[in-house]
């Protein structure tokens, strides 16, 4: 079994926590997922947050918006996805030079699976669901680089 996380160190969730991320300029965020249910709640938490956000429904899509000229400060990608899976697309996008933060979420929760995957070149990884301490761990880790 792993832990929840993987990458970051302990985060607490206050009000007080929420306020840390604000930011002057907007941060830009890709969720790259190709379920339609998941990729909406994360669309809605990451919005909450105040980012702006894109949406792409698998791994070729996410490195072809790279590839067109697009950029993100964050990329929160899934695993297991059609056409092009998180791992993949994740060695692609590092291939290609983006240097954007990349975070793997998954309902996988094995070790060598998480850790294939971070291996791939992900920044962290987090088992979903997504909720308002990991957002805030990624979007404060974010803010730090």
């Given at each position: 079994m792993v832990s929840e996380k993987m990458g970051f160190g302990n985060v607490m969730s206050t009000s007080k926590t929420m306020k840390i991320i604000d930011?002057?300029?907007k941060i830009s965020v890709l969720i790259?997922?190709?379920?339609?249910?998941i990729r909406k709640i994360h669309k809605v938490m990451m919005?909450?947050?105040g980012t702006e956000v894109q949406?792409?429904?698998?791994?070729?899509?996410?490195?072809d918006l790279f590839l067109s000229g697009a950029s993100f400060d964050l990329i929160l990608t899934d695993l297991e996805m059609p056409i092009m899976d998180g791992i993949e697309a994740t060695k692609q996008l590092r291939s290609m030079?983006?240097?954007s933060m990349i975070v793997g979420v998954t309902s996988r929760n094995q070790d060598s699976e998480i850790q294939a995957f971070m291996k791939s070149g992900l920044n962290a990884c987090?088992?979903?669901?997504?909720?308002?301490?990991?957002?805030?761990?990624v979007l404060n880790e974010l803010k730090n680089i």
């Amino acid at each position: 079994m792993v832990s929840e996380k993987m990458g970051f160190g302990n985060v607490m969730s206050t009000s007080k926590t929420m306020k840390i991320i604000d930011t002057e300029k907007k941060i830009s965020v890709l969720i790259v997922e190709d379920d339609l249910l998941i990729r909406k709640i994360h669309k809605v938490m990451m919005t909450k947050f105040g980012t702006e956000v894109q949406l792409a429904s698998n791994g070729k899509e996410a490195v072809d918006l790279f590839l067109s000229g697009a950029s993100f400060d964050l990329i929160l990608t899934d695993l297991e996805m059609p056409i092009m899976d998180g791992i993949e697309a994740t060695k692609q996008l590092r291939s290609m030079g983006v240097t954007s933060m990349i975070v793997g979420v998954t309902s996988r929760n094995q070790d060598s699976e998480i850790q294939a995957f971070m291996k791939s070149g992900l920044n962290a990884c987090y088992v979903k669901p997504l909720n308002a301490e990991k957002v805030t761990a990624v979007l404060n880790e974010l803010k730090n680089i």
